[in-house]
């Protein structure tokens, strides 16, 4: 809580909110920017997934639309007019905005990833030609969301509920952070595979999933050199092999569905061992593309799939804790476990 408020205190003064009559308030955003906005923020456009979740476990009421469109996995999980919102699209990947959508939408600003100023210099200069002033926020790791949640209950004017949030996220990392410093010994290495071949992977430097390795006490098998490249690398099979990490995790159902008969993996000892993992993804993903907020309770999954018997946290009973506090939805202990459950493998 004294680290929660450390943070709130600068970040008060950089909302500081300068009034200047008939032209809305000024801010300065989390890339260092000034900008002005309405007096009172009632309509939002989130332009990348990870901030068009958090805006909905923050302030469902005051967007305008998705960037994309919601996995069909989280549908029950999702409630009221926010889950059937339009999508309007976001500056990611291959996607764009559909810029007639939001000109007729009209929200009062734009919440855009602070790097994203730097991957799409002109989307600033577009969206001011519509009028909509670009606020950025700091995503990268989940490290940053306390702050950024700060920061956002003082722009939207739902500080109370920030705090709640940012506390339950500070709260994971602290004592994420103390069960991985407790572990004795080589820490289990653990490989992302991406892809239906599995042969594509997130580096060790990558924040998204290494941070949430971290504190989940293991380490990345993948080791490759820094480069400015945000998404995974193409590996060949010989390297896997040499890696031969302890636990592989992965999104792609494809390749889940078929690693264990797969006679090109049958050598690794994560196969032989039987601990090849489907990161569970309701409502969203819990560690990965997109990287969101779901890492606070995805790190707790990721430490009893890594030590089962050493991490001593009730999973099932965190499930309807961070489901009751970020979704307002009541799941019980067996909804718990059937949210948190491995499909079927082909072995």
């Not at 004017?157 to 602290?174: D, K």
């Not at 990287?291 to 799939?305: C, E, I, Q």
Request: aromatic residues 10%; hydrophobic residues 40%.
């Amino acid at each position: 809580m004294k680290r929660l408020l450390a943070l709130l205190i600068p970040v008060m003064m950089l909302v500081a909110l300068t009034e200047r009559e008939g032209c809305g308030r000024e801010i300065t955003d989390m890339a260092g920017r000034r900008v002005t906005i309405s007096h009172s923020v009632q309509r939002v456009w989130p332009a990348y997934p990870p901030i068009a979740y958090l805006l909905y476990a923050l302030a469902p009421s005051l967007s305008i639309g998705w960037p994309g469109p919601l996995p069909a996995s989280g549908g029950k999980y999702l409630h009221g007019a926010p889950r059937d919102l339009p999508v309007v699209g976001g500056w990611f990947g291959q996607r764009t905005p559909n810029l007639e959508v939001l000109a007729a939408a009209r929200p009062d600003l734009a919440l855009v990833w602070d790097q994203s100023l730097l991957v799409n210099p002109h989307m600033t200069e577009i969206l001011q030609k519509l009028n909509i002033p670009v606020v950025a926020v700091k995503l990268f790791r989940m490290a940053d969301y306390p702050e950024t949640l700060v920061f956002l209950g003082d722009v939207l004017n739902r500080g109370e509920r920030a705090r709640t949030l940012a506390t339950y996220i500070e709260r994971t990392i602290v004592e994420m952070k103390a069960f991985s410093g407790s572990i004795q010994g080589e820490k289990k290495s653990v490989y992302y595979a991406i892809g239906p071949d599995g042969l594509t992977s997130d580096c060790d430097h990558m924040p998204f999933l290494d941070e949430a390795i971290e504190l989940a006490g293991g380490r990345n098998a993948y080791h490759c050199e820094r480069t400015d490249r945000m998404m995974g690398r193409k590996i060949d099979l010989e390297r896997l092999l040499l890696y031969d990490p302890d636990v592989i995790i992965t999104q792609d159902q494809t390749f889940f569905s078929r690693a264990f008969s797969d006679l090109r993996y049958k050598r690794l000892r994560a196969i032989k061992q039987g601990r090849v993992y489907m990161i569970p993804g309701v409502p969203f993903n819990w560690l990965n593309y997109p990287p969101s907020f779901m890492r606070a309770l995805g790190v707790r999954w990721l430490a009893h799939t890594l030590y089962p018997e050493l991490y001593k946290g009730d999973l099932p009973k965190e499930i309807e804790r961070f489901f009751k506090l970020f979704f307002n939805v009541d799941v019980g202990e067996a909804e718990a476990g059937e949210i948190m459950r491995q499909p079927k493998t082909g072995r």
